[in-house]
């Protein structure tokens, strides 16, 4: 299964790469919101994991922009901010699951299955 990983914290997106392709994924990783978008247009993934909070472009506009693809991925939000808001924001751009930050690697492995 191919999966996106866009976060802009190096450490995290390095250890949830690790955590992934340790469970048989094929991962990809992407710094900003900006280069998220553009390896997703450029191949298809089946499941991109998101940070909501990406300078510039952030994550919400780019989980909105994935899933209003002709055969959008499944999206799934991650952030440090577990408040109702970014519950909210997550369920306004369509994301198919939510994980808060800091999480075990069973929790990311659990909000994967689909």
């Known amino acids: 299964m191919k999966l996106l990983i866009v976060d802009d914290d190096l450490h995290i997106r390095r250890l949830i790469g690790i955590y992934l392709r340790d469970a048989g994924f094929e991962v990809t990783e992407a710094a900003t919101g900006e280069e998220g978008l553009e390896i997703a247009q450029r191949e298809p993934f089946d499941i991109v994991l998101v ?6 472009y952030g994550g919400f506009r780019l989980c909105q922009k994935l899933k209003s693809a002709d055969s959008p991925p499944r999206v799934v939000i991650t952030t440090g901010d577990d408040s109702q808001h970014s519950r909210d924001l997550a369920d306004e751009a369509k994301a198919d699951a939510f994980l808060a930050k800091p999480f075990t690697r069973e929790q990311l492995l659990a ?3 689909f």
């Open 51 to 56: 940070d909501l909070i990406l300078p510039h």
């Open 111 to 113: 909000a994967l299955q």
